[in-house]
């Protein structure tokens, strides 16, 4: 069993507050990490994947790093809205073909 | 338009019944996948099919599951005798990309009720 590790488990901020959360990895035979969103009643929805230990990706206002060496992934939003309330999933991928999923961190961003 | 259908939407069933869940992708693809979430849980690996086999399973992945995809188009995911531990959210989801590296695109989910 791969342990993958989210925090923090919720969060509630304001509109306009710029928020992260953490995913912390298996650090050896790393392929990838995952970033999903997965909106209450609609499916999980894939924001990133990264591969080289020091990527940063970014959409819009959201944006990712990645340490392989440590072990960690950082997401960050910038400005929250409203519509970013969702659990944000990180899954972590080796040499097989599933991806480890984290608990998740769920995100409420009220106005 | 979701790249992946799911069906039933919500299936609810007595324990110890057999419950068959569908997934129908858009477009041929090779790689598929099951994932399963049990409420409060983490989202769990059952299974993948590569090109009409089973690739990989997990240990939640016993001998009361099977998948198949028997017209060459749907993809199922079959539970024997349902226990009331089965009830969760079955997702199945299509891989895009390179094997180890790609993305998962997911269907809309089967809630399963098991009483």
Known sequence: ?111 | EPEVTQTPSHQVTQMGQEVILRCVPISNHLYFYWYRQILGQKVEFLVSFYNNEISEKSEIFDDQFSVERPDGSNFTLKIRSTKLEDSAMYFCARKQGALNTGELFFGEGSRLTVL
């Open chain 1, 1 to 111: 069993i791969l342990n993958v590790e989210q925090s923090p488990q919720s969060l509630h901020v304001q509109e306009g507050d710029s928020t992260n959360f953490t995913c912390s990895f298996p650090s050896s035979n790393f392929y990838a990490l995952h970033w999903y969103r997965w909106e209450t009643a609609k499916s999980p929805e894939a924001l990133f994947v990264m591969t080289l230990n020091g990527d940063e990706k970014k959409k819009g206002r959201i944006s990712a790093t990645l340490n392989t060496k440590e072990g960690y992934s950082y997401l960050y939003i910038k400005g929250s809205q409203p519509e970013d309330s969702a659990t944000y999933l990180c899954a972590f991928g080796n040499s097989g073909y599933a991806l480890n999923f984290g608990k998740g961190t769920s995100l409420l961003v009220t106005p």
